[in-house]
């Protein structure tokens, strides 16, 4: 079952900062998180595994609660190059296909200067 | 590193002929690839599951004899689409994994007319 992202769009302005919700139904094995630009195939931002841990470079870090099966992406400090489109990917805890992973609707960031 | 490429990147072809996406790790070997396929403003759909030296694990609604998959070594995996119709014009994307971590590759887009 496809993991529900929110919002769905969220508008910045330059400096500011924003999160990137993923919930899922389901126990998790792992998260991952990939931004997207128009026409373009998306970029490997960061992956978290069951384990309850935060990750993060630069100025773009992550969370992943396994009890609450959500996991959140923290964008600080936003600039120009961080819009796109976001999607989170999972991966079913106990699943049958190892790396096999459902994505989120994605959300749609909008940095303006 | 964590390179994939994807082969070509457009490609326009009449109803009822056949085409072949080749998908390749440049820099390390992948005995899993997965082949998405994404329409415009939507998200990334899984097809299928490619295993080297392994049939392919198609999801549920994939036509496994119109997508033809095969994995012929850690570095390559290729996508036939055969018999192409005006609906199966998509972007057509495969990823590559290492270890947890998948890596996508720059996306086919294919327009069927």
């Known amino acids: 079952q496809q993991p529900v992202q929110s919002p769905q769009a969220v508008i910045l302005r330059e400096g500011e900062d924003a999160v990137i919700n993923c919930s899922s139904s389901?126990?998790?094995?792992?998260v991952h998180w990939y931004r997207q630009k128009h026409g373009e195939a998306p970029v490997f931002l960061m992956i978290l595994l069951k384990g309850g841990e935060q990750k993060g470079h630069e100025k773009i870090s992550a969370s992943f609660n396994e009890k609450k099966q959500q996991s959140s992406l923290y964008l600080t400090a936003s600039q120009l190059s961080y819009s796109g489109t976001y999607f989170c990917g999972t991966e079913i805890a106990g699943g049958t296909s190892y790396g096999k992973l459902t994505f989120g609707q994605g959300t749609i960031l909008t940095v303006h200067p | 590193g964590a390179v994939v490429s994807q082969h070509p990147s457009r490609v326009i072809c009449k109803s009822g002929t056949s085409v072949k996406i080749e998908c390749r790790s440049l820099d390390f070997q992948a005995t899993t690839m997965f082949w998405y396929r994404q329409f415009p403003k939507q998200s990334l759909m899984l097809m299928a599951t490619?295993?080297?030296?392994?049939?392919?694990?198609?999801e549920q609604g994939v036509e496994k004899d119109k997508f033809l998959i095969n994995h012929a070594s850690l570095t390559l995996s290729t996508l036939t689409v055969t018999s192409a119709h005006p609906e199966d014009s998509s972007f057509y994307i495969c990823?590559?994994?290492?270890?947890?971590?998948?890596?996508f590759g720059p996306g086919t887009r294919l327009t069927v007319t």
């Open positions: 490619s295993n080297e030296g392994s049939k392919a694990t198609y």
């Open positions: 990823s590559a994994q290492t270890d947890y971590e998948q890596y």
């Open positions: 389901k126990a998790l094995y792992s």
